[in-house]
């Protein structure tokens, strides 16, 4: 039985090129690139004729070409820790939105943020891909010390802070916004404040333990800080359970207000003095950092620390291009975060050693 003659596969149509757009729309091609460039000397009408014609024949810009002539791709790398926590994600969704509002893409490479050499190897690997340039969202020192350490042609951006005057750096105020959240307590008659911190290895979790440090020392008070070994709500919960049974020891004293590094543990934390049968704020006050999704629908409603991302991803991008075009060689920006008052702080009710007793 013979075998049947194989039938020619038909070939790809060819994508349309900028002289097809150009006849479509009745214009030179020059006109096109203008248009496609975003130049100013284009009439109205003539843009929306030639947009329209771009449009209906599927004509995408060939990137690589861009770039040969303007030595920009348009395409950025991200190195992020691919992290579910509020901050992290935030920030790079915060980047990403920012890129393309100026009509950027971005390439994202995650990586373990507490290993040098992973963060490094990253940079790498988007340097290989063309791109721009980089921001780095740097959680931990070894990602920022990576950045410092590594030769690149484009600008490398730090989402986080650097400790070098030199780098090109976006940061929010992390001792700020600390110092902030604990001077409302302050101001609401609050002595006795206990600060649960985040994980020790994240810079953020430092810089907001020295904010709160000294803003009690400022006032001539005792700090009282708690690690924690993560930023979960079980791992504030489990914090709060080990205070009530301190407390119910002698061993410790009940704060009247505690300050949490973040929403998820606050959220642990309230749960703990519910099952306690402590009110929040009657009781014990307590304030969160991050205005995360849901924060204002907690019971009762938290007191945070909102961060301002959406303006950090702005910062970054712009400070991105800024170099890529020889504006600025090194910058350090601040962000300022601002506290957000609601319904699960209030002055000081009772004496606090006495209201666990009376529960």
Known sequence: ???PPLTPASPRPRPPAITDVASA?????????????????VATETRERVLDAMQRLGYRRNIAARALKTRRTGVFGVVSSGSHLFGPTRTLVAIEQAARAKGLFVSLATVDLQRKDEVAAAIEHLLDQGVDGIVVVASHDEAAAAVLESATQVPVVVAGRTGREHALAVAIDQEAGAKVATKHLLDLGHRDILHLAGPAPWVDARARAVGFRETMAAAGLAPRTLWADDWSAEVGYLAGQELVARVRRRRSVLPTAIFAANDLLALGMMHALADARLKVPDDVSVVGYDDGDGSAHFVPPLTTVAQELEELGYRCVELLLAAHDGVATSSSVSVSPRLLVRESTAPPRSPARDVLEAR
Do not use: K
């Open 1 to 3: 039985m013979s075998t």
């Open 25 to 41: 729309a009745g214009v030179s091609y020059q006109t096109v690139s203008r248009v496609i460039n975003d130049h100013p000397n």
